[in-house]
Structure formats: structure tokens, C-alpha cells
């Protein structure tokens, strides 16, 4: 199986803050998804990429951007935290093949105090 | 836009019970259609997924799934719950067209009475 390994488990960081949440998948998977999961809410997509350096906006970029400068490293960055940017977050790897699932991180819980 | 609609956010059924979850999509082409479960504190599970081919295709856990074309459905069923089920359900669904982007649904959160 795939491993996808989230650099924190849980995170509390400032108001203000630069925040860099990294993924890391061990696999030669082509895609990998940000989501953040609030109660109600599901997973919704905040950005995702299909190839190094390329980055597709999801349905809430705003606040967010990403990096993949190499294949198996996908890094969310929050370049001002505010507090209704405390979540979990979940980075998601899929492969582009039709008969594919996704294998899914551990999660961060972030929280902005 | 694509997206997926789960309407029900919370369920409570009867253990021993039959279960229905219900899961709309809205995307032009053939969709690739999921449901995942995760329980409470644990990461997502997949429970079965929807390509091509048969319309009724089964599960983990005793889980089914029947996609609808005419009705963009794709629901969850399972004959009889069993009190390990409470869980939260996610459909979701892949757009091969836009790299494989992956949306999910709001979930579906359910609850089991003994």
C-alpha cells in the first residue's frame, strides 16, 4: 500500500503565522490533493496537483497555497493563519490510472489561537 | 460545476435494520464514484467503488452500492446494520478530465440504536 505521511499530527500556531503543513507520499503517484474536514462540512478540496509543479485551485484556495517542486513532496503553506483556518488537514495521493482509490494521511489538526 | 450531494448529514437507524445512504452527483461524463467510511477518531476506509460494468457492485462489510445513471445516484445499502456501523460516510466522486480531481461529498453521519 501506498504510505502517505503528514509531517505534524497536531499543530497550534499564532494568529498571523507562516504555517507549512508537508505531505509525503512513499510511492510514484502522480496525484496529490489538500482537503481541510469540518463537522458539516466533509472534505473540501483546497488545492490539488497532477504533476510537479503543477497546482490546480480546489473549491477554497483562498488563504492557501502549495508547492511541489519534487513528485512525492506536496506542501500546503498558510501565509497568514487566522482562526477560522483551524481544521484537520488532509493530504490525499491518488494514481492516474482508472482503477484507482485513494490513500489518505494520518491528518493534521491545526489549530490557530 | 462538479459536485456531490450527499442530503442526509445525520441518520439513526435500528440495529438489524436496513440502511440506505443516499449520494447525487452532477458531472457530464461517465463518473468514478466511491464511498468511503471513517469511524470515529480513524482515517478514511474504502467500501467500494464504481468504474464500469455491472451497475450493483459490492463491499466491505456488507456493503452495496447501485449506481443510477438516469437518477445520478449512487446509494449506499447495507441489509442489516450492525451497531459497529456508526461511523461517518463520504461518497465522492473522480473528474478523469481534470487530472483526477477528487471531490467528496458533505458525509453522512450515522448513528445506530440497539
Known amino acids: 500500500d501506498v504510505k502517505v505521511t503528514q509531517s505534524s499530527r497536531y499543530l497550534v500556531k499564532r494568529t498571523g503565522e507562516k504555517v507549512f503543513l508537508e505531505c509525503v507520499q512513499d510511492?510514484?503517484?502522480?496525484?496529490m490533493f489538500w482537503y481541510r474536514q469540518d463537522p458539516g462540512l466533509g472534505l473540501r478540496l483546497i488545492y490539488f496537483s497532477y504533476d510537479v509543479k503543477m497546482k490546480e485551485k480546489g473549491d477554497i484556495p483562498e488563504g492557501y497555497s502549495v508547492s511541489r517542486e519534487k513528485k512525492e513532496r506536496f506542501s500546503l503553506i498558510l501565509e497568514s493563519a487566522s482562526t477560522n483556518q483551524t481544521s484537520m488537514y488532509l493530504c490525499?495521493?491518488?494514481?492516474?490510472?482508472?482503477?484507482?482509490?485513494?490513500?489518505f494521511g494520518q491528518g493534521t489538526r491545526l489549530t490557530v489561537v | 460545476a462538479q459536485s456531490v450531494t450527499q442530503p442526509d448529514i445525520h441518520i439513526t437507524v435500528s440495529e438489524g435494520a436496513s440502511l440506505e445512504l443516499r449520494c447525487n452527483y452532477s458531472y457530464g461524463a461517465t463518473p468514478y464514484l466511491f464511498w468511503y467510511v471513517q469511524s470515529p477518531g480513524q482515517g478514511l476506509q474504502l467500501l467500494l467503488k464504481?468504474?464500469?460494468?455491472?451497475?450493483l457492485v459490492q463491499g466491505i462489510k456488507g456493503f452495496e452500492a447501485e449506481f443510477k445513471r438516469s437518477q445520478s445516484s449512487f446509494n449506499l445499502r447495507k441489509p442489516s446494520v450492525h451497531w459497529s456501523d456508526a461511523a461517518e460516510y463520504f461518497c465522492a466522486v473522480v473528474i478523469y478530465n481534470q487530472g483526477g480531481k477528487l471531490i467528496f461529498g458533505q458525509g453522512t453521519e450515522l448513528s445506530v440504536k440497539p
Open positions: 464504481y468504474f464500469s460494468g455491472d451497475t
Open positions: 490525499v495521493v491518488t494514481d492516474r490510472g482508472v482503477n484507482t482509490e485513494a490513500f
Open positions: 510511492m510514484d503517484h502522480e496525484n
